[in-house]
């Protein structure tokens, strides 16, 4: 604009001269008026050049103010001109500013380093972490999941970015939690859920799960922390399950005894009335009388012999002889039914009392053959033998044994192996209890579920001993 300014003055002073030239005859007298405009065009022409010059000129003094007043060894020596006083400060200055910049990229390289250090040292806690942890967005996406959820889901590939219905289809009570949690900021703690496997197991899981703020976004998301308690759980419940018989059959073994004074005379009885001189009719009657007055005292009798401990006579069994010789005992009984019995698999020596065993063995095997029902067109009993190693490094042999029937109830499940519950026509409930109690004495665990297949699955679980682990 100064600029423009000064050559239009300039151009107004050129057309004044050359007015004054090209019109002599007007000159003598506009002459004064004349050299009046000339001189006031020329003085604005010159006043507008100096403030151009002066703008123009406004950075460098800047500089050369802002150079007085820096503290520069340089400034020392007056005998410098300006322009190099003004060069070397202006050069000092850059070097100010790279060394700066150098600076600022050094602190922004250890802020890089401390983040990247941070970053790992969070994945390795969640790595380490012992629970299942999985973090869900505002989307019900997860945005991470360690190790132990990837077990526990039963997750294959790559989790990440799945919606929570996929990720915890096996348990759909978790995923309403989950999606609770992220629409309401509902807490959840130590929640206990039932899922299921990929084979059709029933798992029981603990649960937390809890809101998380998302600073990005400034939304809700979700951390749920999982742990399997199925172990455990049946842990704890066979032991209160055995506390329980225990204090059961502490209490009857006394009015079981007296139940079998009672049906010892009962017997004697029916059996003297059998040795009269009746009619068809009394005799038919006193025969009756008799069986069930047996079949009382065999019920009586088994259940003393659950009531009752027994110390146990430990020795060196072989299971697979063992199972042979039930299989052989009861092979009429299964021929009877059509029912065919399978075993398969690995069978240890184990450390247990050989009679208790094998009855163990006996009331499993005929209950599996019993719930194969007339109606079932496959009719099998599958007995199969394995051996495995627990989280402490001691071994285990499992053996199950699967039928082909109807399976039981869920609502059952927890209640087959307490004295006199029975869902058969016949039987009296204490071959399960029995066995229960057998297997539990040895140290072992005794536990059913359903098969996905059909049929109940009774899973017997005893200790190896150490002479074993060692050979190993």
């Known amino acids: 604009m100064m600029a423009l300014v000064v ?25 004064p008026v004349m050299i009046t405009i000339f001189v006031v065009m020329l003085l604005t022409a010159l006043l507008a050049v100096i403030f151009l010059l002066r703008w123009l000129l ?25 322009a190099e006083f003004v060069l070397e400060t202006f050069q000092s200055v850059v070097a100010q500013l790279q060394s700066q910049q150098r600076e600022l990229e050094r602190l922004s390289a250890e802020a890089s380093a401390r983040a990247a250090h941070a970053e790992k040292f969070s994945d390795r ?32 590939g790559e989790v990440e970015g799945q ?30 859920i039932i899922a299921l496997s990929a084979d059709g197991r029933r798992r029981r899981l603990g649960a937390t799960v809890a809101p998380i703020e998302l600073v990005e976004s400034s939304s809700r998301g979700a951390l749920c ?16 399950l055995k506390r329980n018989l225990e204090s059961l059959g502490e209490m009857s073994a006394g009015l079981a005894h007296e139940f079998k004074n009672a049906l010892a005379a009962l017997h004697g009885y029916a059996q003297l009335l059998l040795s009269l001189e009746q009619d068809e009719k009394a005799r038919a009657a006193a025969t009756a009388l008799l069986q069930e007055v047996r079949s009382l005292t065999a019920m ?78 496959e009719r099998r009993v599958r007995v199969r033998g394995s051996r495995v190693e627990d989280d402490s490094g001691k071994l285990w042999t499992i053996i199950e044994i699967a039928d082909t029937g109807s399976g039981i109830p869920d609502s059952d499940l927890q209640r087959i192996f307490i004295p006199f519950f029975t869902t058969k026509a016949q039987g009296h409930g204490v071959g399960l ?23 109940a699955v009774f899973t017997i679980k005893l200790k190896l001993p150490d002479n074993q682990i060692q050979n190993l």
């Open 58 to 82: 406004r950075p460098y003094r800047q500089l050369v103010g802002e150079a007085e007043r820096a503290p520069i060894a340089a400034r020392a020596n007056q005998s410098r001109n300006e």
């Open 225 to 240: 922390l999982l742990t399997d308690i199925t172990e455990v759980t049946e842990l704890r419940e066979q032991v209160a």
């Open 163 to 192: 919606h929570v219905s996929l990720i915890l289809k096996h348990a759909p009570a978790l995923v309403e939690m989950v999606e609770r949690c992220l629409r309401t900021g509902e807490v959840y703690r130590r929640e206990e």
């Open 7 to 31: 050559s239009l003055f300039l151009l107004a002073v050129v057309f004044g001269v050359g007015f004054i030239a090209l019109a002599p005859a007007a000159s003598g007298k506009r002459a």
């Open 300 to 377: 009586v009798t088994a259940f003393l012999n659950f009531a009752r401990p027994q110390p146990l006579d430990l020795s060196d069994v072989s299971l697979k002889e063992l199972l042979d010789d039930c299989s052989t005992e009861l092979s009429k009984l299964y021929s009877e039914r059509r029912v065919s019995l399978e075993i398969e698999g690995e069978f240890p020596n184990v450390r247990a009392d050989e009679h208790t065993l094998r009855q163990a063995l006996l009331n499993i095997l005929r209950n599996a053959m019993e719930a194969i029902g007339d109606e079932n067109q």
């Open 433 to 455: 209890a029995l066995a229960h109690r057998v297997i539990t004495d040895h140290g072992g665990a005794l536990t059913a579920r359903n098969s996905t297949e059909g049929g």
């Open 125 to 156: 806690i969640v790595a380490s972490v012992p629970s299942g942890l999985v973090a869900f967005d505002a989307q019900a996406r997860a945005t991470v999941v360690n190790s132990p959820a990837r077990a526990i889901v039963e997750a294959n």
